[in-house]
């Protein structure tokens, strides 16, 4: 059974620090792998996966390290916008029963600063993330989105309970919970859920959430249009699912007509007197339409 601990990080000239509160340590978990389903060749068993945050483990009674194996112990530091620079000592501290372990760590800040606006775009799935969870709440789902986030990747949804039927209650649900995500410059881009009979997605609920996303712009008088994006689940890896090209060019069609629709609806309304009016309807012309397919 172990214990780990870090300590604060100084400067060399002891006037700069990273308090505990930018420091987090986690435990390296492993998941056991007894079906391979893509049929790769690859071998079976455990496989590294999810790191833990430490305080999780010591909760869950999951310190311990079986006689003869490894365990990994990760570590991030996050500095701030004025971090000064130059390179910081501390030591990390594991606490074993019969004897203790202290291993010196050092941190280097360059002089550099990346942009808090993050322009690379991506999309991860989080809905496969929750199918191993016990907890399978909004809560957890925003923790999912929450840790992406912080790691200036973006979720496809904060929420997986998010009910596409188009009715205006699940619209406004949807557009409120993921506001924060929008206005956070760490998310590049959110997706717009779509609800669809089974060939195409419906062109009137793809509607319903730009006019709704377009109107809390105005409201706020805030652009964030232009991290909106429809991922396509019908149409996802066409060739390698056998779909007819048609269904892609139908679904195309639906998309197209779709966002037009808004665009026009909003730039020929003589009621919408935003300043930010003609940005937010050029970029509803700019929502992309994903469709995945194999790089050739």
């Known amino acids: 059974y172990y214990n780990v601990t870090v300590s604060e990080l100084t400067s060399a000239d002891g006037k700069a620090k990273f308090t505990e509160e930018q420091i987090s340590v986690y435990k390296e978990g492993y998941v056991f792998t007894s079906r391979n389903g893509e049929g790769n060749g690859q071998p079976l068993g455990w496989y ?10 010591l909760e869950c009674e999951q310190n311990s390290i079986n006689t003869n194996e490894n365990q990994g112990i990760y570590m991030t530091v996050e500095s701030t916008l004025d971090q000064p620079i130059g390179t910081y000592t501390g030591a990390m501290t594991i606490d074993f029963k019969s004897y203790t372990k202290v291993v010196p760590i050092s941190v280097q800040v360059l002089d550099l600063t990346i942009s808090e606006e993050v322009r690379a775009k991506s999309i991860f799935l989080t809905k496969w993330n929750h199918q191993g969870d016990l907890d399978t709440t909004i809560d957890r789902d925003l923790a999912y989105a929450d840790k992406l986030i912080e790691y200036r990747l973006a979720a496809n949804t904060p929420i997986n309970d998010y009910n596409p039927s188009g009715s205006d209650e699940a619209i406004e649900r949807y557009v409120n919970i993921s506001w924060d995500y929008l206005i956070n ?12 009979n089974g060939y195409t997605i419906l062109g009137n609920v793809l509607e319903g959430y730009v006019r709704a996303f377009a109107k809390k712009c105005f409201e706020e008088n805030i652009n964030v249009m232009y991290k909106l994006a429809d991922y396509n689940g019908l149409i996802d890896e066409a060739p390698g699912r056998g779909l007819p090209v048609e269904q892609v060019k139908a679904n195309g069609l639906v998309f197209n007509t779709a966002i037009e629709n808004v665009a026009k609806s909003i730039e020929n309304d003589a009621s919408i007197t935003s300043p930010i009016k003609d940005e937010v309807v050029a970029s509803i012309r700019k929502i992309p339409h994903v469709c995945t397919f194999k790089y050739s």
């Open 48 to 57: 590294p996966d999810a790191l833990i945050p430490f305080d999780k483990v």
């Open 185 to 196: 410059p760490r998310c590049s881009t959110l997706c717009i859920p779509n609800a669809d």
